[in-house]
């Protein structure tokens, strides 16, 4: 359970980039995304959220925000990746790809101590018209490396239902 209340912690914590963005949720009763998840992660239930967990506590969520200003990839990129270094993340990749149905994406990775941990946090982020897709996912670091390749071939399929 403390396990799980940290991780928690760490979500709400990066979820402090919401204030580069005015966050709001997809409010929308259908699945707001599809993705071929890895066989290591499970999806939660709630058909209206795109959560996953694998049974290590590697988590991985996607939220939607405004594209205010409106601005293109390469500043949100940027923007994320100026913020979270501020409060004192380590960049340490980032890879900029476009998915199967074309949608180009970048995913920033970065590291950060956790109490006695070291922990990795990745933000991938897409430009969808109006709308920012950021999808999250963290994990104590040796249990996000034994997941991360399969991860990054999973975030290819992703694809908003906007």
């Known amino acids: 359970m403390q396990y799980l209340n940290r991780l928690r912690r760490i979500?709400?914590?990066?979820?402090?980039i919401g204030l580069l963005f005015l966050a709001t949720l997809a409010g929308c009763s259908t699945v707001p995304y599809t993705f071929e998840s890895p066989?290591?992660?499970?999806?939660?239930?709630?058909?209206?959220?795109?959560?996953?967990?694998?049974?290590?506590g590697v988590m991985l969520k996607a939220r939607e925000v405004d594209n205010y200003p409106k601005?293109?990839?390469s500043f949100w990129k940027d923007a994320a990746q100026t913020h979270l270094e501020?409060?004192?993340?380590?960049l340490t990749d980032t890879v900029c790809f476009k998915t199967q149905k074309g949608l180009h994406g970048c995913t920033l990775t970065f590291?950060?101590?956790h109490g006695a941990e070291d922990w990795?946090?990745?933000?991938t982020i897409f430009?969808?018209?109006?709308r920012l897709v950021l999808v999250e996912a963290a994990g104590e670091f040796g249990k996000f490396k034994a997941?991360?390749?399969?991860?990054?071939?999973?975030?290819?399929?992703f694809s908003p239902n906007l």
Request: aromatic share 12%; glycine share 2%.
């Open 11 to 16: 979500f709400c914590c990066h979820s402090c």
């Open 39 to 56: 066989s290591q992660f499970k999806r939660f239930d709630n058909k209206r959220e795109f959560k996953y967990i694998t049974a290590d």
């Open 71 to 73: 601005a293109a990839l």
């Open 86 to 90: 501020k409060v004192g993340y380590t």
């Open 111 to 113: 590291a950060l101590p």
């Open 120 to 123: 990795i946090f990745q933000e």
């Open 127 to 130: 430009v969808v018209n109006e």
């Open 147 to 157: 997941i991360e390749a399969d991860l990054q071939k999973a975030l290819k399929t």
